[in-house]
């Protein structure tokens, strides 16, 4: 197996780091439901908001990131990679569509507590992980997708172009000759 280039090998880390990122996500809060002035009443988790949907898009990245090394410099290789953006883009789009218009929402919590608190949706750590993960995933994908394999090592061969065929005659030294005889 070739070694990686240093800029792929930055893709893949970053792409790997970045389904971590979007896996964790679905084991954090997203939101806490916060009265003004107040303490969080309740957590919303991403399984709450869109069931495991990020979390088997992070599954599904890695095993394209595994993909993407190892049929590297093929077809099936870009075709991975362009898959990793691709799932990014799913994320994203969850992201966009779910989560974003929720953010700092206000409504009535209906508490056993108290009656009827006004909350609002404040994100929290689940939020900024499921974003920044997407993203990541998205850009460096496509990144990754986009690049072409190195071409492998040549051996040093002699190139022939036209008149260089012919065989070069030895060099003479040139010293100075007497010419008065």
């Not at 009827?116 to 995933?137: H, N, S």
């Not at 190195?150 to 010419?179: A, I, K, N, Y």
Request: charged letters at 20%; one cysteine or more.
């Amino acid at each position: 197996m070739r070694r990686l280039p240093r800029t792929e090998t930055l893709l893949l880390l970053a792409c790997a780091a970045a389904a971590a990122m979007l896996g964790a996500s679905q084991f954090t809060d997203i939101f806490h439901l916060t009265p003004p002035g107040g303490e969080a009443l309740k957590a919303i988790s991403a399984a709450d908001r869109h069931g495991y949907a990020t979390l088997v898009l992070a599954i599904f990245a890695l095993v394209l990131i595994v993909m993407a090394i190892v049929y590297r410099g093929e077809q099936l290789g870009q075709v991975a990679a362009m898959a990793i953006a691709v799932c990014g883009l799913v994320a994203l789009l969850i992201f966009l569509i779910g989560d974003l218009p929720k953010v700092n929402n206000v409504g009535t919590l209906d508490d056993p507590r108290q009656s009827f608190i006004d909350a609002e949706a404040k994100p929290v750590t689940g939020f900024w992980l499921e974003l920044v993960g997407a993203l990541v995933l998205t850009v460096c994908g496509a990144a990754l997708a986009t690049m072409r394999p190195e071409p492998p090592p040549q051996q040093h061969e002699r190139r022939t172009h036209g008149s260089l065929d012919r065989p070069r005659e030895p060099s003479r030294s040139r010293t100075p000759v007497d010419r008065r005889q």
